[in-house]
């Protein structure tokens, strides 16, 4: 069994039980994006979180091992995204990214946005001309630092 194996064998059961993520993020504990992210292999799980997730989805035991292990991050099956959501997101920061990386600067100096000091809260903003996604990423500002 790979880590593969266990994202997949989770993906089926959530559908196949009728789960959403946010009932099982409920039900570890931690945000629905974070929990999303575990499941489909970018996070790993405490060994308490590893085994509640093999229990809520039926897994062998030699999946909560897997579920611990650090994961290899940022693993998409192309270098551009094909899937039309994820290239979205492609192409805002093809459009967006030197924006979003000048004001940015402007506004704290030197430095990047981290992704580990982070956290995300998806939500839906209902609309009468159609709903809206709303994303707010919330990221530590880590400044380079001369040496």
Known sequence: MTRN????????????????WAEVARTIGRSKEWTTA????????????A??????????P?????????PYRGTLPTAIPTDPLIYR????LNVYGTTIKEL?????????????DFTM?????????GDRVLI??????????PW
Not at 38 to 49: I, N, P, V
Request: proline fraction near 4%.
């Open 5 to 20: 194996d266990v994202t997949e064998a989770i993906v089926a059961a959530r559908i196949r039980n009728g789960l959403s």
């Open 104 to 116: 940015i600067h402007e506004r704290f100096g030197d430095g990047i946005m981290s992704a580990i």
């Open 51 to 60: 085994e509640i997730v093999a229990k809520l989805f039926d897994l062998p």
């Open 121 to 129: 809260d998806i939500d839906k903003q209902e609309d009468p001309k």
């Open 62 to 70: 030699e999946a909560i091992g897997l579920l611990q292990a650090v």
């Open 38 to 49: 575990g499941c489909l292999g970018q996070m790993s799980f405490t060994a308490k979180q």
């Open 89 to 92: 997101f492609y192409e805002i």
């Open 136 to 145: 707010t990423m919330n990221g530590k500002f880590l400044p380079y630092k």
